[in-house]
């Protein structure tokens, strides 16, 4: 099974909308806690649908269970709290959600995990990817 991530800043709407496009995916799933403010410019929950149907003939799936909490990314981004304390807190929301049970094998299927951070070395979609590999196996990993 793949599973692509990608985030969104840092790229133009062209460069973002060619790159999934060339991927393969076949939806993309929003992993984002606030997926509608007006800093995330096209990738604004109404408008990334409309974008991803017309533009790449892809689904779009917002599952906020592979988000993490307010209080977490407060504590990470406003706080300036360590990486490693917010990814053993968030590894720990996924295990208590149990997404491993919770998150259908066939939305995560040649899907594409969205969110906000141009890299994803510190960001949580390249944990929940990790986190559903570790737990569900055979899984091919690709950071767009």
């Not at 993309?28 to 509608?36: I, M, P, S």
């Not at 409309?50 to 689904?59: A, N, P, V, W």
């Not at 951070?117 to 979609?125: G, T, V, Y």
Request: proline residues 3%.
């Amino acid at each position: 099974m793949k599973l692509s991530t990608i985030g969104f800043t840092k790229k133009s709407a062209e460069t973002f909308f060619e790159t999934l496009r060339k991927s393969g995916a076949r939806r993309v799933v929003d992993v984002r806690l606030n997926n509608v403010s007006q800093l995330a410019g096209f990738a604004k929950k109404q408008d990334l649908s409309y974008f991803l149907e017309t533009i790449c003939e892809m689904e779009y799936v917002h599952l906020p269970v592979l988000a993490p909490t307010k209080e977490m990314l407060d504590g990470y981004k406003k706080q300036r709290g360590s990486w490693d304390e917010y990814e053993r807190a968030f590894l720990e929301l996924m295990k208590e959600r149990k997404i491993e049970k919770s998150v259908p094998r066939e939305i995560i299927a040649d899907g594409c995990l969205l969110c906000s951070e141009d890299k994803p070395h510190h960001c949580h979609r390249r944990l929940v990817a990790e986190y559903l590999e570790k737990y569900w196996g055979n899984l091919e990993i690709v950071h767009l």
